[in-house]
């Protein structure tokens, strides 16, 4: 009985599982690099989380948004300069208008909006303070 074909067959199946093989192997090997390479990342994100967590109790609180009226500065500049509580009367002639009702009724109803945005505070009836 002649086996020879039987065993060059073999011989071909063995080659290509062989290539099969060495394919996979670099598959893998390219896989565990590209693994490596997530992981490192991974790593590197869990430290900027911890760090800007730990960071966050550090930075200023951002205020919130000023209406676009230019007054709303204005008054928080004068709030800046001054320890005490100030009147609606006591800002509309520090932003040097009229002392008028209609003027200080505008700056009272502008100081309650600071009020309500949490920049201001009231601390008695009709008497405004900076937020603490």
């Known amino acids: 009985?002649?086996?020879q074909p039987l065993l060059n067959a073999l011989d071909t199946q063995e080659d290509a599982a062989r290539a099969i093989a060495d394919d996979l192997r670099t598959q893998i090997g390219e896989l565990q690099a590209r693994l490596r390479e997530a992981e490192t990342h991974l790593e590197h994100l869990a430290i900027?989380?911890?760090t800007v967590t730990a960071l966050a109790d550090r930075l200023p609180a951002v205020p919130?948004?000023?209406p676009e009226h230019p007054d709303y500065l204005r008054i928080l500049g004068i709030f800046n300069d001054v320890a005490g509580p100030l009147r609606a009367r006591d800002v509309c002639e520090a932003l040097?208008?009229?002392?008028?009702p209609k003027n200080i009724e505008g700056t009272?109803?502008?100081l309650k909006r600071l009020v309500k945005?949490?920049?201001l505070a009231e601390a008695d009836a009709g008497g405004f303070t900076r937020e603490q």
Not at 96 to 100: K, N, Y
């Open 96 to 100: 040097d208008h009229e002392l008028l």
């Open 1 to 3: 009985m002649n086996i």
């Open 48 to 50: 900027t989380r911890k």
């Open 117 to 119: 945005l949490g920049i």
């Open 108 to 110: 009272r109803s502008k």
């Open 64 to 66: 919130p948004d000023l």
